[in-house]
């Protein structure tokens, strides 16, 4: 299961579904009597990404459903559906880095990990994970980030200059944090790009200099710029290849868990938590 779109929209016709028009109504969740779903005869919030998958039943469409092979493990293929597609995505189809590019990824969580595995998938240059945790630093570089920068060092953006090309080529930021951005902006070389996936403050800061006078570009992303009906396949392929080993960033929790899971993922002792209902 993943996100919801019209299919019918400009956005939709061009193939880019994440940017439907009226990709709010169907993906923010339904309130009142818009709601899918009743305790009795009052309705009950729903339709959260268009399927509100925390829970046993859900009510989905065709539009935000793939078929996969039945052997696919489902747990190993849940953070498909968004997580994955997105930063994955942004790597593969925005940012689009080749074997002499050097991207740095601000941010290995889930998300960023994915962007990691991502980029090794598709013969990305040099790949650079930079993070505050030493333990989501060692796992990015078992995942295949050939640089791994602690994120609270002072000279972030010097030590990426200093492996070539006079900075990053290409940069995602999965954090949304502020002073992050401004980092992976600063770490860019002239014309680099930066794509942006995380949501943190509604306003950030930009010295409009460094833009314009070495050609930088920042651009957003939402769930990777492709359509599921194509990519998620491609993931799994990339799954059973070996390129994209998402068991090792998940943890199985079952549903009466759940607060363990959240917690888990909160204090960064679990990677990706997945509920399950068997």
Same mark, same amino acid.
């Given at each position: 299961m993943?996100?919801?779109? &019209? %299919?019918? &929209?400009?956005? &939709?016709s061009c193939d880019l579904p994440g940017y439907c028009t009226h990709w709010a109504t169907l993906n923010a969740g339904r309130f009142g009597p818009d709601s899918p779903l009743r305790a009795g005869e009052e309705p009950v919030t729903g339709g959260f990404f268009g399927q509100s998958s925390f829970a046993s039943r859900v009510l989905a469409t065709t539009r935000n459903i793939v078929v996969i092979d039945p052997d696919v493990d489902l747990v190993s293929a849940a953070p498909f559906g968004c997580a994955v597609q997105t930063r994955a995505g942004a790597v593969t189809q925005v940012l689009a880095p080749d074997a002499s590019s050097v991207l740095a990824v601000f941010g290995v969580g889930g998300v960023g990990m994915s962007a990691v595995m991502a980029a090794r998938a598709i013969g990305a240059g040099t790949v650079v994970a930079v993070d505050l945790s030493p333990d989501r630093l060692k796992l990015a570089s078992e995942l295949g980030a050939d640089v791994i920068i602690d994120g609270g060092d002072t000279d972030v953006a010097a030590q990426i200059a200093a492996l070539g090309n006079g900075g990053a080529t290409h940069a995602l930021d999965t954090t949304g944090a502020a002073p992050v951005i401004a980092t992976a902006i600063d770490s860019l070389t002239a014309r680099g790009v930066l794509a942006m996936v995380g949501l943190g403050p509604s306003t950030v800061p930009i010295e409009v200099?460094?833009?314009? %006078?070495? %050609?930088?570009t920042i651009r957003g992303s939402i769930e990777g710029d492709v359509n599921p009906h194509t990519y998620l396949p491609q993931l799994v392929r990339w799954h059973r290849d070996g390129q994209l080993p998402i068991e090792q960033l998940i943890r199985a929790y079952p549903l009466d868990r759940i607060n363990d899971a959240i917690a888990d993922a909160a204090s960064g002792a679990v990677v990706k938590p997945v509920i399950t209902f068997v």
């Amino acid at each position: 299961m993943t996100y919801q779109s &019209c %299919g019918e &929209c400009a956005e &939709c016709s061009c193939d880019l579904p994440g940017y439907c028009t009226h990709w709010a109504t169907l993906n923010a969740g339904r309130f009142g009597p818009d709601s899918p779903l009743r305790a009795g005869e009052e309705p009950v919030t729903g339709g959260f990404f268009g399927q509100s998958s925390f829970a046993s039943r859900v009510l989905a469409t065709t539009r935000n459903i793939v078929v996969i092979d039945p052997d696919v493990d489902l747990v190993s293929a849940a953070p498909f559906g968004c997580a994955v597609q997105t930063r994955a995505g942004a790597v593969t189809q925005v940012l689009a880095p080749d074997a002499s590019s050097v991207l740095a990824v601000f941010g290995v969580g889930g998300v960023g990990m994915s962007a990691v595995m991502a980029a090794r998938a598709i013969g990305a240059g040099t790949v650079v994970a930079v993070d505050l945790s030493p333990d989501r630093l060692k796992l990015a570089s078992e995942l295949g980030a050939d640089v791994i920068i602690d994120g609270g060092d002072t000279d972030v953006a010097a030590q990426i200059a200093a492996l070539g090309n006079g900075g990053a080529t290409h940069a995602l930021d999965t954090t949304g944090a502020a002073p992050v951005i401004a980092t992976a902006i600063d770490s860019l070389t002239a014309r680099g790009v930066l794509a942006m996936v995380g949501l943190g403050p509604s306003t950030v800061p930009i010295e409009v200099a460094k833009l314009i %006078g070495r %050609g930088k570009t920042i651009r957003g992303s939402i769930e990777g710029d492709v359509n599921p009906h194509t990519y998620l396949p491609q993931l799994v392929r990339w799954h059973r290849d070996g390129q994209l080993p998402i068991e090792q960033l998940i943890r199985a929790y079952p549903l009466d868990r759940i607060n363990d899971a959240i917690a888990d993922a909160a204090s960064g002792a679990v990677v990706k938590p997945v509920i399950t209902f068997v």
